[in-house]
């Protein structure tokens, strides 16, 4: 069974930089896309990146596009998330997802059709 276990949440100030790392195990990690995503007290859960098996191809939607960056570690079955410039509005629990299929990790996402989630991470901007 997957399992995903995200890490590097924690409190930064307006404008500092976190990298969130997920790792991967239970399974091969290949085999899966992975994506993140974030959710804020009392908002709906938001997707924020996506990247394909081998890296080659990554997503991350104009909304947060300038500030984060996705990227994927094979060789230690991890996937991370730069985070630059943060501000106050982006404090939320962030979360990893995996799935076989790369396309359903979207904006109009369906969390029972991935393959797995991890527990989530919280991260605090302070203004």
């Known amino acids: 069974q997957v399992q995903l276990v995200e890490s590097g949440g924690g409190l930064v100030q307006a404008g500092g930089s976190l990298r969130l790392s997920c790792t991967f195990s239970g399974g091969t990690f290949r085999s899966y896309a992975m994506g993140w995503f974030r959710q804020a007290p009392g908002k709906q859960r938001e997707f924020l990146a996506r990247?394909?098996?081998?890296?080659?191809?990554?997503y991350v939607p104009d909304s947060v596009k300038q500030r984060f960056r996705i990227s994927r570690d094979n060789a230690n079955n991890t996937v991370y998330l730069q985070c630059h410039n943060l501000r106050p509005e982006d404090t939320a629990v962030y979360y990893c997802?995996?799935?076989?299929?790369?396309?359903?990790?979207?904006?109009?996402?369906?969390?029972?059709?991935?393959?797995?989630w991890g527990q989530g991470t919280l991260v605090t901007v302070s203004s």
């Open positions: 997802a995996a799935s076989t299929r790369l396309l359903y990790l979207r904006a109009a996402f369906q969390a029972d059709a991935l393959d797995a």
């Open positions: 990247v394909s098996w081998d890296g080659g191809s990554t």
